[in-house]
């Protein structure tokens, strides 16, 4: 059986498929980036998860995919993980662009990851390449849900949010500036902590300051993570994940003023995945 995971810093999915391309488990556990949690917190929320502790005998491929994972250290970390649990399976572990490439598109193209965190890469149909290594949410990760976090958590702070905007912040997420700061620089997963302040721009009506916020952002994301390629106006850019789903008027806009063509958009990574895999095995 071939187990697939679409692996992020807030959560991961997982995907079981029959040899003959069925879906028999969906499951998900806690993030699982190698970058930012030690091995035994990812020990642990791989292991707490029943599904596959139920299933993990009978695996004999398992495909990951994930944030954290474009570079060898942490990558090799996750795969040796993996590897002593499913005891009986061939383990190969991409970094999260290559799942974003999947279920993007199948031809050349620019691949755009607007979750959580924010990357890109260049798609050359086969395999991906990346011009500016993604340093994280501290130093970059423009447009990502933790970008927007930090933003809105400033402009609360500073009082540039609008005032009718500031109290129904305050209504909605504790703001606390001692919880805050133990959030962010005590406790596990910040980015993760970070980007469910964003939750407050997409479960409210857009008006001008959130315009405002999400557009500088992604006009941010298209100067330091697009237009760094030669051939960004000659292939198509694609976007993947929540955030770019539910911002994808504004990506349109910026691109037209680019002169930049935006491919698929797509929310989920892991739906494409599947047919991805499905499709390798009929080839095979």
């Known amino acids: 059986m071939i187990l697939i ?3 992020g ?13 069925e879906v028999s488990l969906k499951t998900r556990t806690s993030g699982l980036n190698p970058a930012v949690f030690s091995s035994e917190i990812l020990e642990k929320r791989l292991t707490e998860n029943i599904d596959l502790k139920e299933c993990k005998d009978k695996v004999t491929e398992v495909f990951f995919y994930g944030a954290g994972c474009g570079t060898e250290r942490p990558r090799l970390a996750l795969q040796q993980l993996f590897q002593s649990y499913f005891v009986n399976a061939i383990v190969d572990v991409k970094e999260d662009t290559y799942a974003a490439a999947f279920a993007a598109t199948t031809e050349p193209g620019i691949i755009c990851i607007l979750g959580t965190g924010s990357n890109s890469s260049y798609f050359d149909g086969i395999d991906v390449h990346t011009t500016v290594p993604s340093l994280g949410y501290v130093l970059m990760d423009e447009a990502s ?15 540039k949010m609008p005032e009718n905007l500031r109290q129904e912040f305050a209504s909605k997420f504790d703001l606390d500036a001692d919880n805050i700061k ?25 008006n001008e300051y959130f315009n405002y916020v999400l557009k500088k952002g992604i006009k941010d994301f298209f100067k330091n993570r697009i237009r760094v390629y030669d051939n960004y106006q000659d292939v198509p850019v694609h976007f993947v994940g929540s955030i770019a789903y539910f911002s994808s008027d504004i990506i349109h806009k910026v691109a037209k003023k680019n002169n930049i063509k935006i491919g698929n958009i797509v929310r989920r990574p892991i ?6 895999h499905k499709n390798k095995l009929k080839v095979t």
């Open 145 to 159: 849900g933790n970008y927007f976090g930090k933003k809105l958590i400033r402009d609360y702070f500073y009082k």
């Open 182 to 206: 133990a959030n962010v620089y005590k406790k596990e997963n910040p980015n993760a902590y970070l980007a469910t302040f964003a939750e407050f721009i997409f479960r409210n009506e857009r």
């Open 9 to 21: 810093s807030t959560k991961c999915d997982w995907i079981l498929l029959s040899i003959d391309g």
């Open 271 to 276: 739906d494409g995945l599947i047919e991805y």
């Open 5 to 7: 995971a679409d692996g």
